[in-house]
């Protein structure tokens, strides 16, 4: 049994976190509306003012908050682990963030004696829920060593991928590729429904070929199919391709194609409904 | 045995009227240069000047050449098939051209009793060789059932998409998606390698999730090899987008995030090689 704090029992963190415990584990939560904490204290959590309180009654301490500032504040603020985690506690932050944010971070928890690693998944809510995600590792190998099989409670597929901020990177990545495929499977179909073509069979005539990717089959359906409960909100794609776009102008990449899906992704949130999956780029081509 | 017709036997058509020939069909072909014949005569083909001519010996005739000028020259032009075809022929274009021309084409040629199908092809020289094409194609059922013998010669994956130009509708979107993929997969790899993370890891981590496709698989390694040994060159693909752009520009289709796609990929071919794999996007993203 391992003493654990988790940061952040929103949608995603709250089965992750009930997960953990699954392990058999103590868990002392934070989270900043005391209600969100209410499922994981009625299954035998202990809930704190403070991630600072939190984080001292845990040798590792999971945060999965929304965006960058978040994991400042709740690591570096005021009230933050940093000022309560122990020498040799390890922070795994389970957030979707910025890359080069994430370094700066490592390196001030470094400074005290606590090892962090980047953590991001994907595979969603329902991932979360049945322990499936895919989660891309940042840090040193050791650190995951000892958390490996905390990880291995609430994900699947799991890749130490480099050094502190890598996991943020391939998580970055990942959002631009499925950026890029969900907007082309989306104007492909839109093509052929213009065309007065079965888009169902363009979606069958492409899949075994080079246009095949899980997204022209899951999000391809979706599609056809016009349902549009998420999956991924088209305001989260938004936001994790906000990040991953700063990061890659930052390093002086050409970032015009990629932008272009974005925006079209963005437009989504901002003139349907932030709420659907982003395979509703598919309607908002069709307006 | 059945009295083909090949028009246009170039870098594809050439393996593809070689493996019709290896059905042990009777081969009429015409080529504008008359070298390009040469391989097929050597194999029993006859050689004639004119595409009325080696059409006017045919049941089916087959055509593959570069764009849709090309094709409706051949077909409809002062020497054209058109001009040779018997009533009852069937004449089969493989070319990747447009849409909206293939049903005029098809709708001049039914005037003359000729049927038309639409069978623009995918998978490459490579695919065209070994006889394992993947075949979309548009135009009457029956008219595809007597044809489908002949091209499961050429090819493994065929399907029938719709009415004349479905096809060419079917190409034009697998062609849409490909470049979206194929951009979205430079600029992840792109990113990785200039955060200083190695991208073949994160490749790897991507490969099983929702960005997971063909092109990450096949072509993402081309790029972490930098081998852009042809595969799909990138000036055809150029040529493709064109008309698959055009296509969609006509019907009213927002395509400003796969235009800068294409732009990317035309770059490929005006400022480093046409030759060159269409994946060289990733060395352009590199500069």
């Given at each position: 049994m391992?003493?654990?704090?988790?940061?952040g029992p929103?949608?995603?963190g709250?089965?992750?976190a009930?997960?953990l415990?699954g392990?058999?584990?103590?868990?002392?939560?934070?989270?900043?509306?005391?209600e969100?904490?209410?499922?994981?204290v009625?299954?035998?959590?202990?809930?704190w003012g403070?991630?600072?309180?939190a984080?001292?009654?845990?040798?590792v301490?999971f945060?999965?908050?929304?965006?960058t500032?978040?994991?400042?504040?709740?690591?570096?603020?005021?009230?933050?682990?940093?000022?309560?985690a122990?020498?040799g506690?390890?922070?795994?932050?389970?957030?979707?963030?910025?890359p080069?944010?994430?370094?700066e971070m490592?390196?001030?928890?470094?400074g005290?004696?606590?090892?962090?690693?980047?953590?991001?998944?994907?595979g969603?809510?329902?991932?979360?829920?049945?322990?499936t995600?895919?989660?891309?590792v940042?840090g040193?190998a050791?650190?995951?060593?000892?958390?490996r099989?905390?990880?291995?409670?609430?994900?699947?597929?799991?890749?130490?991928?480099?050094?502190?901020?890598?996991?943020?990177?391939?998580?970055?990545?990942n959002q631009?590729?499925?950026?890029?495929?969900l907007?082309?499977v989306?104007?492909?179909?839109?093509?052929?429904r213009?065309?007065?073509?079965?888009a169902?069979?363009v979606?069958e005539?492409?899949?075994?070929?080079?246009?095949?990717?899980?997204?022209?089959?899951?999000?391809?359906?979706?599609?056809?199919?016009e349902?549009y409960?998420?999956?991924?909100?088209?305001?989260?794609?938004?936001?994790?391709?906000?990040?991953?776009?700063?990061e890659?102008?930052?390093?002086?990449?050409?970032?015009?194609a990629?932008r272009?899906a974005?925006?079209?992704i963005?437009?989504?949130?901002?003139?349907?409904?932030?709420?659907l999956?982003?395979s509703?780029?598919?309607?908002?081509?069709?307006?």
């Amino acid at each position: 049994m391992t003493s654990l704090a988790f940061i952040g029992p929103g949608i995603m963190g709250r089965p992750m976190a009930l997960n953990l415990m699954g392990g058999g584990h103590d868990m002392h939560v934070y989270a900043r509306r005391a209600e969100a904490a209410e499922p994981l204290v009625a299954a035998g959590a202990r809930a704190w003012g403070s991630p600072a309180e939190a984080a001292a009654q845990a040798e590792v301490i999971f945060s999965c908050v929304s965006d960058t500032p978040d994991v400042e504040e709740v690591l570096l603020g005021a009230q933050g682990v940093v000022h309560g985690a122990r020498p040799g506690s390890v922070v795994v932050d389970m957030s979707t963030i910025s890359p080069s944010a994430t370094r700066e971070m490592a390196a001030r928890l470094a400074g005290q004696g606590i090892e962090m690693l980047d953590a991001p998944v994907s595979g969603g809510e329902q991932g979360a829920v049945s322990g499936t995600l895919s989660i891309m590792v940042g840090g040193k190998a050791e650190a995951l060593a000892r958390v490996r099989p905390l990880l291995d409670l609430m994900g699947r597929n799991i890749v130490h991928v480099g050094d502190n901020g890598a996991g943020q990177v391939a998580k970055a990545c990942n959002q631009i590729v499925v950026a890029q495929t969900l907007v082309g499977v989306a104007e492909a179909l839109q093509l052929a429904r213009r065309e007065g073509v079965d888009a169902a069979r363009v979606r069958e005539a492409l899949l075994g070929g080079f246009a095949g990717s899980k997204i022209l089959e899951v999000h391809g359906q979706r599609m056809l199919d016009e349902n549009y409960t998420p999956g991924f909100k088209a305001r989260l794609h938004t936001k994790d391709l906000g990040i991953a776009l700063a990061e890659a102008e930052s390093l002086g990449l050409d970032v015009t194609a990629v932008r272009a899906a974005a925006d079209l992704i963005r437009r989504v949130a901002e003139e349907i409904d932030g709420e659907l999956d982003h395979s509703a780029v598919f309607r908002l081509l069709g307006e």
